[in-house]
């Protein structure tokens, strides 16, 4: 008789198993303080941002925001003149920083749940905070589709006075599980 030795098959990972997602989103924005001016030109990928999360649980996520995006500001300040000038623009800028998601996936209907968001950090302009609520779907594993409410608030500073601009986005986009 002839004994064949059995070879073990090389084990799968599956892609849940890193329990990290990459999220793609678009953003239309309402600011604050009505533009009166656009910006010349916009940048390449303007209002959309690229997120990569981290699940620490299966609620909470932490991870890193990069984004392409225009605030509207309106301030204050003195020319070379001593006059005092009020300065309006629009600047393209790219933000980064860290964010804490909170999602509720017991509470889901039809694959629908809701989820919270915090974000803080900043560009070469100032520091920016954000909020966001909505709604997640998810039709199979490691596949969501978004949708939700953001305020984005951006703290600058112009001759040692501070400054705020204010923005309202609706945030929609698509997250990939790995």
Known sequence: SIILAQKELPKIIYLEDFGINLEFSKL???????????????????NTSIKVLYQLSNNWSIGSELRQETFFQKFTGIDENKKHIQYEQQPNFTSIGLLIKY??????IY???????????????????????GLRYSPVTN?????????????????GNNFQSGRFDLNYGVSIGF
């Open 103 to 108: 999602q509720n996936k017991s509470w889901q």
């Open 28 to 46: 239309e924005n309402w600011h604050e303080l009505d533009p009166t001016i656009q910006p010349k030109s916009f940048n390449k990928f303007n």
């Open 111 to 133: 694959g629908i749940y809701p989820f919270a968001q915090l974000f803080g950090g900043g560009t070469n302009v100032g520091y920016i905070a954000r909020t966001l609520i």
């Open 143 to 159: 596949l969501e589709f978004f949708i939700g409410g953001e305020y984005s608030k951006l703290f600058y500073k112009y001759q």
